[in-house]
């Protein structure tokens, strides 16, 4: 029997993911199978570099990343380690605050956030786990160079073109090309220093000069380590906090972002929610009923997201929120599951705020609204001095929350949006939303949303509040401030909502988050090529573009004359547009989308093809693409 072939553009996590399914759906069929791993760097690792620094950690436990899905379900192959087992068969401890395989120092735990260096070792590990246990009707061949160009051949096959030269003819390629560079936004005038690698930032920026971050997420906080611990600074405990010892060469350092917003800490012993809360509001039902009964007869199930289904998003979390309060005061569960219930009911009965504001009376107030959007009164920021007081309050409270030896209800709240994910992708992908919804998600909700559950360790947040108080980190501007480049290759940044206007010149500014990837401004010569040929082309409202990747609900690309691309597949952080939240190491729970994604289409390729299925999904898309 002739073995299916099938390439693999780029292996990253996504791109792990997928060989895993591959191999385990072709050894679940007896089904022969090659498959082509094409990436020029370490297989599995993508953006987490094996020789990077210690002071770089994850932003999630080390005991919630399994790269298989069904690690509950019985025997599990040799591969399906733990990162948390993994670290301490390998020998790794805790020595001060550096991951070492030593005897000595402390053992590592669960809860713990590792070295980002660790997750691309590990992820490599796995890779070669899974080589050497591979099925013998199935063979992997690496590939490390990249990809140039795909083409479809007259045999119904594709011809991918290596940057060595060579070619290879297979019959399915899918890419997880993870975060292909663009070309810079040409009416913005900024020239930014790239965060990454972060070591390259001390090529640019010299001991003592002033420094820019666009951004108060997980990216700001590796560049902010960077230029303190990465230059010698040493962080010591005094007088029950944490205190900030120069090191000598540091920059001094000013953060700001659009919201002016910064992330929520995670937890100590942060744990995966998925599972162990079942919402009673904003339900899947909810969901589907609100997508199936919105939009015109031309645009039916269009979405209003901050009008139609952020308010069911609030409910959940307030509930969430009482019932982790009654739970923390009562000690029992069936009198926290009651709150729930008769909130639930409230809420059917339209007496949800009634009912609110009794358990407010008792237990407090909790406003979802300001904890996701903040405050929306710009007023109160009179000065700089006001806003960076409030900010550095909101953030010493919110680090109070995370390190609460009780389960906080705040952060309960917060991790209701985690579980929520896949209920809000049913209402945004693949064109769930109206245009202006669509663009007031993507520019603003989005980010708040990762703000709330994805920030950083505790730790981190504990480490930005010593270096604020020690002065080399300011947080100056407010929200949105104008940046403009001067005459003498610095820039000026000036405060557009502050009443009392602040104005910064500074030596250099940096990008402090990572941008999603394009097709209409890739620097990527594949997607270039792909694009080219018609064979991918932007997602698209009528005649606007707006990013991503036009795709069927199959993850097959829509060409530039509405053909799906049946023998292409895309997933990962091109997708992001039409998709939500791709950007994530796959994982059981929470994070196991990638592996049900990837499952489907290896199914799909190994299985009858003769007749593609596109559910109603892709022919939404169609008919808004033709339409308008």
Request: hydrophobic share 40%; aromatic share 8%.
């Amino acid at each position: 029997m002739t073995p299916t072939e099938v390439a693999v553009v780029g292996l990253g996590p996504w791109g792990l993911a997928t060989v895993e399914r591959l191999v385990t759906v072709a050894d679940r069929r007896r089904a022969p199978l090659v498959i082509h791993v094409i990436e020029p760097g370490v297989p599995g690792a993508g953006i987490f570099l094996v020789d990077g620094p210690d002071y770089l950690p994850l932003n999630t436990p080390c005991g919630q990343h399994v790269m298989f899905p069904n690690i509950d379900d019985g025997e599990v192959p040799p591969y399906a380690t733990s990162l948390y087992e993994w670290a301490r068969q390998q020998g790794y401890r805790w020595v001060g605050d550096r991951c070492r395989r030593t005897p000595l120092g402390r053992s590592i735990t669960p809860h713990d956030f590792l070295p980002q260096r660790l997750m691309g070792e590990w992820l490599h590990w796995s890779y070669n786990r899974l080589l050497e246990n591979l099925p013998r009707w199935v063979s992997v061949h690496h590939h490390k160079t990249s990809a140039t160009d795909i083409e479809p051949t007259a045999d119904d096959r594709e011809l991918v073109h290596l940057a060595s030269g060579e070619t290879l003819a297979v019959d399915h390629v899918v890419l997880t090309t993870g975060h292909t560079p663009d070309e810079p936004e040409c009416d913005r005038g900024v020239s930014e220093l790239s965060p990454y690698p972060v070591t390259d930032l001390h090529d640019h920026i010299a001991p003592g000069e002033s420094v820019a971050v666009a951004g108060l997420g997980l990216v700001a906080f590796d560049v902010i380590a960077a230029l303190t611990v990465g230059r010698g600074g040493a962080f010591k405990t005094s007088e029950g906090r944490l205190r900030y010892k120069p090191g000598g060469r540091e920059p001094t350092i000013c953060l700001f972002s659009r919201s002016g917003q910064p992330y929520a800490a995670k937890a100590v012993g942060a744990t995966d929610p998925t599972g162990q809360y079942v919402p009673v509001i904003c339900t899947p039902a909810a969901a589907s009923k609100l997508r199936a009964g919105h939009g015109s007869a031309r645009n039916k199930g269009l979405v209003n997201f901050r009008r139609d289904f952020l308010p069911l998003i609030y409910a959940e979390m307030q509930v969430r929120f009482y019932r982790q309060k009654v739970l923390l005061d009562e000690k029992d569960e069936a009198t926290a599951d009651e709150v729930a219930r008769t909130l639930a009911e409230a809420w059917s009965d339209c007496r949800f705020d009634t009912a609110i504001e009794h358990h407010a009376s008792r237990y407090g107030a909790f406003d979802a609204e300001l904890h996701l959007l903040g405050a929306t009164d710009d007023s109160r920021h009179l000065t700089t001095v006001d806003y960076e007081k409030q900010v550095y309050a909101t953030i010493e409270s919110d680090a109070a929350e995370a390190m609460s030896t009780e389960a906080s209800p705040v952060k309960a709240a917060y991790e209701t949006v985690r579980a929520l994910r896949d209920t809000m992708r049913s209402v945004i992908e693949f064109q769930g939303l109206d245009l202006e919804s669509y663009l007031d998600f993507q520019s603003g909700l989005s980010n708040r949303f990762k703000a709330l559950v994805a920030g950083p360790p505790v730790r981190r947040v504990l480490e930005l509040l010593a270096l604020m108080d020690a002065g080399i980190v300011r947080i100056p501007w407010g929200p949105s401030p104008l940046v403009e480049p001067v005459e003498d290759n610095g820039f000026r940044i000036s405060s557009t909502r502050l009443a009392e206007p602040f104005v910064l010149r500074v030596d250099h500014l940096v990008r402090g988050y990572l941008s999603e990837p394009t097709i209409s401004r890739s620097r990527s010569p594949l997607i270039r090529r792909l694009s080219s040929a018609g064979r991918i082309q932007p997602l698209r409202y009528g005649d606007v573009e707006v990013g991503s990747i036009a795709l069927t609900d199959d993850a097959h690309p829509i060409g530039r004359d509405r053909d799906i691309q049946d023998r292409l597949w895309v997933f990962g952080s091109l997708t992001e547009g039409v998709r939500y939240f791709t950007q994530y190491v796959p994982s059981p729970k929470s994070r196991v989308r990638a592996f049900v994604d990837a499952e489907a289409c290896a199914e799909q390729i190994l299985g009858d093809t003769a007749a593609v299925h596109h559910s109603e999904s892709s022919d939404l898309y169609g008919t808004v693409l033709a339409s308008g």
